[in-house]
């Protein structure tokens, strides 16, 4: 059976005309737009997915004392768990997401191992608190720093899982240094490993390097090209049919999770779901 994740939050909420200002990117739509955000998770649901990634990725302590606001950092994190699930059917799992401290694509702002546990620790807390079902350690270039927020999430006592990154490049994590995050994660507790803010094809390859963990295996990859001022801007053909066909190659290769990441909208998510399930995709 292929569990289906939702897609992101925070390039979806640009397509739609809500503004996702630096540093607070999509944490911004937690006070701005809360109905918008709903409706994006509302629509996750019904294009197939069951596991929702709550808006938390820029709401850690951390991210939020740059625009000197930590003290927001229980509140909005308290609202993005609790706009997913009374957006969602009951049943569904809300995963506290947990994002790098610092750069997705830039592992070597990775704070030192020691501040990375703490704040990963306390962000893992405050999410186990807020009511996540699961913690989604996602988006991780550095190992050492994937590896903290890993010990910090399973802590809690949540089921945790880990997604990993080579970039929009592919080259941020070689083979070798996903394999053995990966091994080590496992060591650590996480109950699955995913790869993901890939392309697809990358994905692909990770997959298969990952398929023979004794845990399950998932991908979630990029539709469009990065972009600085909002993180991924989505271009080009938007028909959902080819990344379906991308998801249906990473479960041949034994990944049992998907969904879809930057620049893939519910449709990309329907598109996979209909694929895996064999069910007709909406018009």
């Not at 820029?58 to 957006?87: N, V």
């Not at 996602?138 to 994937?146: D, N, R, V």
Request: proline share 8%.
């Amino acid at each position: 059976m292929v569990t289906i994740l939702d897609g992101p939050v925070g390039t979806e909420l640009a397509r739609r005309g809500v503004p996702t200002p630096l540093p607070l990117w999509s944490a911004h739509a937690l006070r701005a737009a809360p109905d918008a955000l709903a409706q994006i998770h509302r629509d996750y649901a019904d294009a197939g997915a069951t596991v929702h990634t709550a808006n938390t990725f820029r709401t850690s302590a951390w991210s939020l004392r740059k625009a000197g606001l930590a003290a927001e950092a229980e509140p909005l994190t308290r609202a993005a768990i609790a706009i997913a699930r009374d957006a969602v059917p009951a049943g569904h799992r809300i995963a506290g997401c947990l994002a790098p401290l610092e750069d997705c694509y830039r592992p070597d702002l990775s704070p030192p191992a020691s501040i990375a546990l703490r704040e990963h620790a306390a962000m893992a807390e405050l999410l186990a608190e807020a009511g996540a079902d699961l913690l989604l350690c996602e988006t991780f270039p550095h190992p050492g720093e994937a590896l903290a927020a890993v010990r910090g999430a399973a802590a809690t006592g949540l089921p945790t899982w880990l997604s990993l990154t080579a970039g929009p490049n592919g080259d941020l994590l070689d083979d070798a240094a996903l394999r053995a995050a990966a091994e080590q994660a496992i060591a650590a507790g996480v109950s699955a490993v995913l790869v993901n803010c890939m392309r697809p094809d990358r994905l692909l390859a990770a997959v298969r390097v990952l398929a023979d963990l004794p845990v399950p295996i998932g991908a979630y990859g990029n539709v469009g090209v990065p972009c600085p001022d909002q993180g991924w801007r989505t271009e080009g053909d938007d028909d959902p049919r080819p990344y379906a066909q991308k998801a249906l190659d990473w479960v041949d290769a034994g990944a049992s999770i998907v969904g879809g990441c930057c620049g893939t909208t519910p449709a990309h998510v329907a598109a996979v779901a209909a694929a895996v399930t064999g069910r007709r995709a909406p018009a």
